[in-house]
């Protein structure tokens, strides 16, 4: 039971990066799927979250309108388009699981709330 994110790399601000949350040993279909990132000296935070039939999407306010999530099930993995990054998208990027996506105050997706943590992939955008 593994989840893997990849896709993470060097992109200059205002440029594009698409990760990948790709899953072995099981399904994703029944479950809401979690992107986070932890910067350095950071709290690892919660940056959007997508239901498990993809009905529902979520974002934290500083990647609204820039990052978009979706999902594959029949490739049983789920993806972050990152547009128009910005060097404070800088992180570490993790994707996790849960039986659905909840919010907390503030909009806030709070990485408790998952499991099935993978490695990250690390993004870095350049100003």
């Known amino acids: 039971v593994q989840l893997q994110a990849s896709g993470g790399g060097l992109v200059q601000a205002g440029g594009s990066l698409r990760l990948s949350c790709a899953a072995s040993?099981?399904?994703?279909?029944?479950?809401?799927i979690g992107w986070f990132r932890q910067a350095p000296g950071k709290e690892r935070e919660g940056v959007s979250c997508?239901?498990?039939?993809?009905?529902?999407?979520y974002y934290v306010d500083s990647v609204k309108g820039r990052f978009t999530i979706s999902r594959d099930n029949a490739k049983n993995t789920a993806y972050l388009q990152m547009n128009s990054a910005k060097p404070e998208d800088t992180a570490v990027y993790y994707c996790?699981?849960?039986?659905?996506?909840?919010?907390w105050g503030g909009g806030r997706i709070r990485p408790a709330d998952f499991g099935s943590w993978g490695q990250g992939t690390q993004v870095t955008v350049s100003s």
């Open positions: 996790a699981t849960a039986r659905y996506c909840r919010l």
């Open positions: 997508i239901s498990s039939n993809s009905g529902n999407t």
């Open positions: 040993g099981f399904t994703l279909d029944y479950l809401a």
